[in-house]
């Protein structure tokens, strides 16, 4: 469904498949209409932008583009699914058990992070809060990247329980029962290439040399092969590759477009797969180490694709630290400036290249 409804997204499909709605405008943050679920006077029905959602502010009607068809028109999914396929040019099938796990699992993780992100702000997140207001981040970024609070199991549960099935839940959350540390309290979702939640990742509210800081809180299967903010970078021909959850999220947060994070995992064939059936043609590499650059590059130039290497000053080991530490629109300009592949392993493997005296 993920590529489905992510090809739908990119050709602005929302028009044509909203089009009997009354009032249908378009907005920033997608298109709004009157709700058709209930007698509505003023538009309260909100058609999210970058994913196949809508959501009314009046009676709550909520869902993805197959249940609205279901609900609007009295088709079956087969029905509705036969649309979208036919409105996407693809040959593609999908079981209505499939989409039906998928939705629920978005649907919980959507309720979930509503819980986490709220809970930031409490009495509970405030050292998670306070780590993250003394690593640099505002209030804005923090919202605008829709961080959270993890408080625990039991709690995250019995939160949920009131309106999910206990066994959903624990299928969905399962890695938290498998020892994982309550340490790891700042929550950040992870969208697939549709822009659905459908996975969330943990992050410890402190720093420990040596160790992954980053730990999985749900099911993450279905984000297998998807980089971190795919779903953002759709259709951009230059794709910008970082290594860290905070380094995608800041740069996104400051306007660089096209920008995915690969994790300490590195950029994969699966990952390659995903971000070139989007339109991908060009790779701008800004990851931590040497080793892990020479790794994507050898994947990307297999492939026949261009690969350039964003050089930042020898101190900073991450994107992040470097946004971070300088002016906002520097790292841009890095991007603009980054050079071939190609020259760059000279440089590396070449101590007399005069490249290697640029820097800074």
């Known amino acids: 469904m993920e590529f489905l409804y992510g090809t739908l997204l990119d050709k ?65 999914f087969q029905g509705v699914l036969n649309t979208l396929i036919q409105g996407a040019a693809l040959e593609i099938h999908v079981r209505e058990r499939e989409w039906r796990e998928e939705l629920l699992q978005s649907e919980i993780l959507e309720a979930a992070q509503i819980f986490f992100h709220a809970g930031l702000w409490s009495r509970s997140g405030k050292a998670a809060l306070s780590y993250l207001s003394q690593k640099g981040y505002t209030n804005e970024e923090i919202k605008g990247m ?34 994982l540390r309550d340490s790891f309290t700042i929550v950040i979702p992870y969208r697939d290439s549709a822009g659905r939640l459908m996975g969330i990742y943990g992050r410890e509210a402190e720093d420990r040399e040596g160790e992954d800081a980053y730990q999985p809180l749900t099911r993450m299967e279905h984000l297998r092969d998807i980089p971190f903010l795919m779903y ?18 800041l740069a996104d947060q400051i306007g660089i477009k096209g920008v995915i994070g690969v994790g300490r995992s ?37 492939r026949g694709f261009e690969v350039f290497v964003v050089q930042r000053p020898e101190k900073y080991n991450d994107t992040d630290a470097y946004i971070r530490d300088t002016c906002i629109k520097k790292f841009g300009k ?27």
């Open 146 to 179: 829709r961080l959270g609070f993890f408080p625990g199991y039991s709690e995250t549960i019995d939160y949920l329980r009131t309106r999910f099935e206990e066994c959903d839940l624990a299928r969905i959350f399962t890695p938290l029962k498998d020892g």
């Open 12 to 76: 602005g499909y929302q028009e044509r498949f909203f089009a009997d709605l009354t009032g249908l405008t378009k907005k920033e943050v997608g298109h709004i209409a009157l709700c058709p679920f209930h007698e509505d006077t003023l538009p309260t029905f909100l058609i999210h932008g970058d994913r196949p959602s809508f959501f009314c502010f009046v009676c709550s009607a909520q869902g993805d583009w197959i249940q609205y068809g279901i609900k609007r028109w009295g088709v079956s």
């Open 232 to 249: 953002k970078a759709r259709g951009c021909t230059d794709m910008v590759v970082v290594d860290g959850f905070f380094d995608a999220l």
């Open 266 to 302: 590195g950029l994969t064939t699966g990952y390659i797969d995903s971000v070139l059936r989007y339109g991908a043609r060009r790779f701008f590499l800004s990851l931590s180490t040497a080793e892990a650059t020479m790794a994507a590059m050898r994947l990307i130039k297999d």
């Open 334 to 360: 890095l991007v603009e400036t980054a050079v071939p592949a190609d020259r760059w392993l000279d440089k590396i493997t070449n101590p007399s290249s005069p490249l290697r005296h640029q820097e800074g």
